[in-house]
């Protein structure tokens, strides 16, 4: 659990119901021996800012491309995003996913909502079972999937603000081990998003 700014005592107890054991990271030597890595919502800026104080951009860097699994969550999906638009260009990210995220893009605080989402992901636990109620929170959506990017959740038609018939605005994505949402699954009480990404470190989904 990269424990350098924002809510990540919320994703520590919603694994610990799912039975992972956690670490606070707080400094690059805390990355080692790690199985995953997640990365909570907070301020982007000052996440990056600290990371780079604590000299951790680069061994996440390496992290993730040594294949490790990631999750980012709101500003998590920031940091994990190759192209951040209106993002300053002095506060670097660590990147992994081929995309293009905008920052705060469905308004301040107090824009933030709640919507239910329905996962594309067939890998997701109990997908069908019921729809995921997403909370939102000064969140970033992506603009931009290369390739290999898969979508995991977009808004519902109703809430995505374009017009009639157009896709919903993408929330959520995966590129091999690495996973990033625009909401905050730590504010429910539904752990499917945690249990999905305690499968991708396990290696079964």
Not at 24 to 35: H, I, S, Y
Not at 78 to 100: H, K, Q, Y
Request: glycine fraction near 10%.
């Amino acid at each position: 659990m990269l424990a350098l700014q924002g809510g990540f005592r919320e994703h520590e107890e919603a694994l610990v119901e799912c039975g992972a054991a956690t670490l606070r990271v707080r400094e690059a030597t805390d990355l080692d021996g790690l199985d995953g890595l997640l990365i909570p919502g907070g301020e982007s800026t000052t996440i990056s800012l600290l990371a780079s104080r604590s000299s951790m951009i680069e061994p996440v860097r390496e992290l993730i491309a040594a294949g490790v699994a990631v999750y980012g969550s709101c500003a998590g999906m920031i940091m994990l995003a190759d192209e951040v638009l209106d993002g300053r260009p002095d506060r670097p990210s660590f990147g992994g996913i081929d995309m293009a995220v905008r920052r705060n893009a469905f308004g301040r605080q107090v824009d933030s909502f709640e919507a239910d989402l329905e996962f594309e992901d067939s890998a997701v636990p109990n997908t069908v079972a019921e729809p995921f109620p997403a909370v939102f929170i000064r969140a970033p959506w992506v603009e931009r999937t290369g390739p290999s990017v898969a979508v995991v959740a977009r808004l519902p038609e109703a809430e995505n603000g374009g017009e009639a018939g157009e896709p919903g605005k993408i929330v959520a994505v995966r590129q091999g081990r690495l996973l990033a949402t625009s909401f905050h699954p730590e504010l429910t009480h539904d752990r499917r998003v945690h249990q999905y990404f305690l499968e991708i470190v396990k290696g079964d989904a």
